[in-house]
């Protein structure tokens, strides 16, 4: 299959890559870039682990297309501390007991990005339904929405850039 | 004992293998080495069936380097090696020679530049099947005198055994007399429950790289839980001199018991790598890791005797456990099922009688807990029957028959028992039992509104680690090296595995607590194989703390010792004389003459010194075996709403009590207990793998949402979980620590039968306890009141 050249903004950078109109947005990004952090769960779209974000939205990376994301921005997991400090949702699911083996975590912390920037005073239950499609079997939940919820009072320190 | 002031053990924790959050953290599929191949497996179409002929020349034509059942070898195997040999029974190899035994059974694998170009190989395979049977999916089919064996003879350590029946193996077990106990009693009451295969649904999907090296020999990364095992096996499999053989330590991505044993793609992945004498990559599809493993079902036939008093004389137990197509040691599960059934309840006389049968479906093996929440659900279940047929307070029937303080448990099975020495059991029913508001609950024929409350009580346990004062049927040890570096850090070096609990956190806490050591200072996350160190058994059977963190302490303390030994010369002291103390404003451990702390040097200092005059490494590496295995105790209590026009049940408050002795990490501890929680709630309401009755494939396809997890939105809220710990010290523990991690799964489904039956009037007997079962039970229960009134 003939390749073609894409360019978007990936983690801040612009990158131009070649990829096959059949290729997957979670492949390019591990197999090609090495970027690790964005997990493959299911390929199906059912349980968020690949979640990237397509221009701050939360997107599955197994079901979409590479080509579509041309002109476009991704954010991967790698692309959210900034240097060496860590994102407010990154240090507040590690204080809180938030990660277990970390497979679901990428994907948590992105979704959890895009919600407080849609709705940075989110209560429990809006937290609880908008996070319902990234499946953790590690934690039970609880402990995630603690920590997400801690970062509902931060406000305009770098969490909705 | 007195509780000691520690600077570490205890406090909360922030984690600090901030991997996991930055995207860093390396998991077996993220491994990639320059030249490797793509491989995927061509599984079996069949439930039961003969391979007459696998052709893939075609696949190799189009540059495919593939392995079939002709290219594996003859080895039998079990390919989970916690048991000793010689109770090991054995009846796989690599791939089927014969026949396939499960419809999803890895048959053929191809390996290629691309995944793609693998798949397009795999489609130009040829099988050649000869004889079908219909597929036996139930224990009945399966027993049957006219059922097709699945295997005609299979291994125990080193003797060939003819399979009868299908039956796999069987174990029986009695203490005392139970007809005499039945005679003593009051009441004899007998009951049948279910509880159904279960998948682990851990996220990542069962996967290796395997690279060939240069002399002959392999490296390889795999999810596993116990790199050691996984080396032996490989060993024996392709043998190849375990010194040539290396297996990464990597982090897992959730586990839950499904790779305690070798995954089965582990060994295809190094097959076709030797093969192809180029790195090979394996990760599973998730429909592929569906067909791979589950957990073990129970039938389970309960009859016990109790008199009016409620002091019970005697309890007979009949399992069953449908096995499918492989056994991955379903002797060892029979035996702790009877272990678990023992150590609950001071039956007086008890009889057991296990069976485990093989089936043409997916291999089962353990899935937190090993039978502890199948025979949990029976007994904890009855003690509610029995506790209404007594007119007693469930609490209080429970309180008068608990095993407890000074008492004997089997922590694995009947082979492996030691006496119980810390036990919460009592504070947590009591105190529960007020956070819960016990008190307030009514009975269930008072309730008429649509929607139904209700509450239930259940309590649990699990063993810490396989040892006793007898080594038994399990292997059993740990073991570490620990050095001091060159500036004062530490670095430990272990084959333990963490599956996400915060292992390594509570035995990097271990180590800083004995050398005085800032955890910061600590290194123990990475960089570790089976080569680095020395065996450990696996993560298992709720040991990672009690035994993996009893053989960090014990190695921490013997490095302490070289310590002060050194430290002595330089001070020109005795060692007695030297105290070692953390200095939290220096962020270092610091050793001075005991009552001068103002001539102190920090261990940087020392382990400098050491360095630069060529004394030395202060290091010791040995291993160690705990000698008892203590139960950590559970308690849930859980609040229900049913539905009763929907059949739908929500959880909206629960309060979990554990007991684990010292805590060495709180919030991790807490994670813990509410994630095994949530995994209780799926077994309970949720969850189920069931079976097309004719071609024998999963109903759920291997799709995740088809097969229902919990989600955020079935558990409790943040402040309706109450979670709380007993106030006990285990003696025998490091610092009075003992385990948690599968007790805290192993009475919740019950404790939701239970509070369903106290909002309903209806006893369950069979998990899950779905919608459909409920509003079925409820239109019986309303047709039956309508024919005893006449209508």
Same mark, same amino acid.
């Given at each position: 299959m003939k390749k073609m050249e894409i360019e978007f903004i990936l983690n801040g950078k612009k990158r131009k890559i070649e990829v096959k109109p059949n290729d997957l947005l979670i492949n390019i990004i591990?197999? &090609? !870039?090495?970027?690790?952090?964005?997990k493959y769960g299911c390929?199906?779209?059912?349980?968020?682990?690949?979640t990237v974000l397509l221009n701050g939205e939360p997107v599955l990376s197994c079901l979409? !297309?590479?080509?579509?994301? &041309?002109?476009k921005e991704i954010t991967t997991i790698?692309?959210?501390?900034?240097g060496d400090e860590l994102h407010p949702l990154q240090k507040a699911f590690l204080k809180n007991g938030?990660?277990?083996?970390?497979?679901?975590t990428p994907g948590m912390i992105l979704t959890a990005t895009a919600l407080l920037r849609e709705?940075?005073?989110?209560?429990e239950d809006e937290i609880r339904n908008y996070m319902r499609?990234?499946?953790?079997?590690?934690?039970?939940y609880v402990q995630i929405i603690k920590a997400i919820k801690e970062c509902t009072s931060i406000k305009n320190k770098g969490l909705t850039n | 004992m007195e509780k000691e002031q520690y600077d570490f053990i205890g406090q909360p924790l922030e984690i600090k293998n901030i991997g996991k959050v930055t995207g860093k953290e390396l998991y077996s599929s993220d491994i990639n080495i320059p030249g490797q191949l793509y491989a995927v497996i061509l599984r079996s179409p069949h439930a039961h069936a003969e391979i007459k002929k696998v052709d893939y020349s075609e696949a190799v034509k189009v540059g495919a380097v593939c392995i079939g059942p002709?290219?594996?070898?003859e080895i039998i195997y079990n390919?989970?090696?916690?048991?000793i040999p010689e109770k090991t029974y054995r009846d796989r190899t690599v791939?089927?020679?014969?026949?396939?035994? $499960?419809?999803? /059974?890895?048959l053929v694998a191809c390996a290629a530049e691309t995944e793609e170009k693998a798949w397009a190989a795999l489609q130009k395979i040829k099988i050649e099947w000869g004889k079908q049977w219909k597929p036996l999916l139930t224990l009945e089919k399966a027993l049957s005198d006219d059922a097709p064996p699945i295997y005609d003879w299979v291994y125990l350590g080193e003797e060939k055994l003819k399979v009868k029946n299908n039956i796999a193996c069987e174990r029986n077990i009695e203490v005392g007399d139970v007809e005499e106990g039945f005679r003593e009693a009051d009441i004899v009451i007998e009951k049948t429950f279910h509880t159904q295969r279960v998948y682990h649904?851990?996220?990542?999907t069962k996967s290796a790289v395997c690279v060939p090296e240069a002399d002959g020999g392999i490296t390889v990364w795999t999810t596993s839980q116990g790199i050691h095992n996984v080396r032996i096996l490989l060993g024996n499999i392709f043998n190849?001199?375990?010194?040539?053989i290396n297996i990464k330590r990597i982090t897992l991505g959730g586990s839950f018991g499904s790779s305690?044993?070798?995954?089965?793609i582990t060994p295809i992945c190094v097959a076709l790598a030797l093969k192809a004498k180029k790195p090979v990559k394996l990760v599973s599809s998730r429909e592929d890791d569906f067909y791979d493993h589950a957990k073990y079902p129970l039938k389970t036939i309960l009859k016990v005797g109790v008199k009016k008093d409620g002091t019970f004389t005697a309890a007979h137990c009949r399992v069953w456990v449908?096995?499918?197509?492989?056994?991955?040691?379903?002797y060892p599960y029979l035996g702790c099922v009877a272990g678990w059934f023992a150590s609950?309840?001071?039956?007086?006389n008890i009889k057991y009688e296990g069976t485990a049968v093989y089936t043409n479906k997916v291999p089962t093996c353990a899935m937190q807990g090993y039978g502890n929440p199948q025979i949990n659900f029976a007994v904890e279940s009855m003690i509610d029957i029995l506790a209404e047929e007594l007119k007693m307070d469930p609490i209080n029937l429970r309180l008068k028959n608990y095993v407890g303080k000074g008492d004997e448990f089997w922590g694995q099975g009947p082979t492996v028992r030691s006496i119980i020495r810390s036990c919460g059991v009592e504070e947590m029913l009591l105190e529960g039992a007020k956070l819960a508001q016990w008190e307030k609950r009514v009975p269930h024929y008072q309730k008429k509104e649509v929607i139904r409350k209700g509450m239930g009580v259940a309590r649990g346990f699990h063993t810490s680690?396989?040892?006793?004062?007898n080594p038994g049927e399990v292997i059993d040890y740990s073991g570490a090296t620990i050095k001091i570096n060159e500036d004062g850090s530490v670095d430990v070096l272990t084959a333990l595995m963490d599956l996400g609990g915060g292992t390594w956190d509570a035995l990097a806490k271990i180590v800083a607590e004995v050398?005085?050591?800032?955890? /910061?200072k600590i290194g123990i996350?990475?960089?570790?194989?089976t080569r680095s160190t020395v065996f450990d058994v696996n993560? $298992?059977?709720?040991?990672?703390?009690y035994c993996g963190g009893g053989a960090v302490k014990f190695v921490a303390e013997k490095v302490k010792e070289i310590l002060l030994n050194y430290a002595a010369t330089l001070f020109k002291d005795?060692?007695?004389?030297l105290v070692l103390s953390c200095n939290k404003e220096l962020g270092q451990a610091i050793i001075y003459p005991r009552e001068i702390p103002e001539n102190y040097k920090t261990i940087g200092e020392i382990a400098e010194y050491a360095h630069t005059t060529s004394w030395g490494t202060l290091a010791y590496t040995s291993t160690l075996r705990q000698k008892n295995c203590p139960p950590c105790f559970i308690t849930h209590f859980v609040e229900v709403e049913v539905?009763?026009?929907?059949g739908e049940v929500k959880i909206p408050r629960v309060v979990i009590m554990g007991d684990?002795?010292?805590?060495?990490?709180p919030n991790l501890w807490e994670g813990q207990i509410i994630g095994a929680f949530s995994r209780g709630l799926g077994f309970g309401l949720l969850e189920e793998t069931d079976?097309?009755? /004719?071609?024998?494939?999963?109903?759920?396809?291997?799709l995740v949402t088809d097969y229902k997890i919990p989600t955020t939105l079935e558990m409790p809220k943040i402040e309706d979980i109450i979670v709380r710990s007993a106030?006990?010290? /285990?003696?025998?523990?490091?610092?009075g620590a003992k385990g948690i991690g599968e007790a805290a799964l192993s009475s919740v489904g019950p404790a939701i039968a239970n509070a369903i039956y106290n909002a309903i009037g209806i006893r369950f007997?069979?998990?899950?306890?779905t919608p459909e079962k409920i509003l079925k039970s409820l239109q019986e229960k309303e047709e039956n009141l309508r024919k005893r009134r006449g209508e």
């Open positions: 591990r197999e &090609d !870039l090495y970027l690790t952090g964005t390929g199906l779209g059912e349980c968020g682990v690949c979409t !297309l590479a080509i579509t994301v &041309d002109g790698e692309g959210l501390a900034q938030a990660v277990q083996c970390g497979f679901c709705n940075p005073d989110a209560t499609g990234n499946l953790c079997r590690c934690t039970g | 002709q290219d594996v070898p390919e989970r090696i916690v048991s791939l089927p020679k014969e026949k396939v035994r $499960h419809k999803g /059974e890895a649904m851990q996220f990542e190849l001199p375990l010194s040539k305690i044993q070798m995954n089965s449908e096995i499918g197509g492989h056994n991955i040691q379903a609950l309840y001071k039956w007086k680690g396989t040892g006793g004062p050398l005085k050591v800032p955890f /910061e996350y990475n960089g570790i194989d993560t $298992h059977a709720t040991r990672g703390v005795l060692p007695e004389n539905n009763t026009r929907t684990s002795g010292t805590i060495i990490n079976y097309h009755p /004719e071609d024998g494939s999963l109903r759920c396809k291997g106030h006990t010290y /285990e003696p025998t523990g490091p610092f007997y069979e998990l899950p306890i």
